[in-house]
Structure formats: C-alpha cells, structure tokens
C-alpha cells in the first residue's frame, strides 16, 4: 500500500515561490509516476505536473511551463513541485497522485492515479 503525504503549502503574495513536497512511503517510489494535481473552490481537479518513472520525462499544463518544475528524489522517497511567479489564480489545494501502470497518454487524467494524498493549501494573495 502506498501513502502519500504532500507539506509546504501556505500564503504566500503574488510573485512568490513555494515548493511543494510529496513524501512516498510503502514502496520504492521509483515504481511510481508521481503527479500534481490541484483544485480550486468551485473547480474541478486539474492537472498541474507528472514525473514519470524514469524520473526523466516530465509533462506540465500550459499555466504551470516555465513557473512550476516537477523533481524528485529518491534517497528520500519524496517528489518536488517548485512554484515560481505565482498568482492568485494558482490558489488551490494541491495533490500529489502516484501510479504504478500509467500509460504516457493518460498521465494527465486523475482518474489514471490509485493513490492520492490528502492535499495541501496553497493561497496567493493579490
């Protein structure tokens, strides 16, 4: 059984940066793709990043290229999401999703993830 624990969110103001961070235990995360996925009130989850396996390929939605950046590391089991230039739009609570048989084209579908975490706030002020 794989359990996810996402930490590091918060307020932060307009232009700021967080990193996000989603701690794997029960298996070798190397198994896993690991993705990010968020959801605002009245919104449904959308997808934000994956990190495939390999720990190589990586895909983004268009709102997160070039301010968000997906990595992990495996001496402590834990993936990253570094969110830069953030806006208040970004505000959302934030899951991280674990797969162990996604294929590439459903990597950006929540329903392709078994396991999820409890999620963290992450709030931009204007």
């Known amino acids: 059984q794989v359990q996810l624990v996402e930490s590091g969110g918060g307020l932060v103001q307009a232009g700021g940066s967080l990193r996000l961070s989603c701690a794997l235990s029960?298996?070798?995360?190397?198994?896993?793709?690991v993705a990010w996925f968020r959801q605002a009130p009245e919104k449904e989850r959308e997808f934000v990043s994956v990190?495939?396996?390999?720990?190589?390929?990586?895909i983004y939605a268009d709102f997160a290229k070039g301010r968000f950046t997906i990595s992990r590391d495996l001496g402590k089991n834990t993936v990253y999401l570094q969110m830069n230039s953030l806006k208040p739009e970004d505000t959302a609570v934030y899951y991280c999703?674990?797969?162990?048989?996604?294929?590439?084209?459903?990597?950006?579908?929540?329903?392709?993830?078994?396991?999820w975490g409890l999620g963290t706030q992450v709030t931009v002020s204007s």
């Open positions: 990190i495939r396996q390999n720990g190589q390929t990586t």
């Open positions: 999703a674990a797969d162990a048989r996604a294929i590439y084209s459903a990597l950006t579908q929540s329903e392709t993830y078994d396991y």
């Open positions: 029960g298996r070798p995360f190397r198994n896993y793709a």
